[in-house]
């Protein structure tokens, strides 16, 4: 490992350091975001059965048993990112304080195994940026579409989406073009 060497993973490490920080930051505030949703969640659901014990009639098996399902969902998600990045964090800190106290001493040795180390942190560290960003643009752009679908899947009935679409197809016609043939009336009018 030379100075220059150095120098540039140290530079590489704290630009990672500080995109690090601030992902480990956001994603544990987002985990406990989430925990505290599904919490008050839960307690809402527990007081809606207190109440309707209450009103003298006993709730819904389903209601009962729903209580006590173990939904996680985005909060251990969001615990094990955060996690991660608290894990890469401690990782390139202990690499620069190995590298600083490498670089200060006074005619440091060739270290080809901190220079080794070093590298290795600087680039998983990296990876795990670029893989994070690309797997929250998808999952973005998954929820997005199923958020749509389910959108369009609750708005009026199938009757009512299907005389939409057949209004949709006739506006898009052109002037020119006849109406297609409905066929024979399967109720004609006496």
């Known amino acids: 490992m030379s100075q ?44 809606h059965l207190l109440e309707t014990r209450r009103g003298g009639a006993d709730p819904p098996v389903d209601e009962l048993l729903g ?3 173990f939904r996680p969902g ?22 620069t ?12 040795e060739p270290d080809p195994e901190l220079a080794k ?12 940026l670029i893989v994070e960003a690309l797997a929250a643009s998808v999952v973005s752009f998954f929820s997005q579409a199923h958020a749509h679908r389910m959108s369009y899947a609750m708005s009026g009935t199938d ?19 006849p109406p297609p043939d409905p066929g024979p009336d399967p109720d004609p009018a006496p």
């Open 74 to 95: 985005r909060s251990i998600v969001y615990g094990l990112a955060s996690f991660v990045y608290m894990s890469v964090c401690l990782s390139i800190l202990v690499t």
């Open 117 to 128: 180390r070093a590298f290795t942190v600087a680039v998983v560290a990296v990876g795990l």
């Open 97 to 108: 304080k190995r590298v600083l106290q490498w670089s200060g001493s006074a005619k440091p």
């Open 67 to 69: 209580l006590y399902r």
């Open 4 to 47: 220059d060497y150095a120098a540039i993973i140290m530079g590489v490490n704290g630009a990672v350091l500080l995109v690090a920080t601030i992902q480990y930051g956001t994603l544990s505030r987002k985990a406990l975001q989430a925990s505290a949703a599904r919490d008050a969640a839960h307690e809402a659901r527990w007081e």
């Open 159 to 177: 009757q009512e989406r299907r005389e939409l679409h057949a209004l949709i197809a006739e506006a898009r016609r052109p002037p020119s073009t």
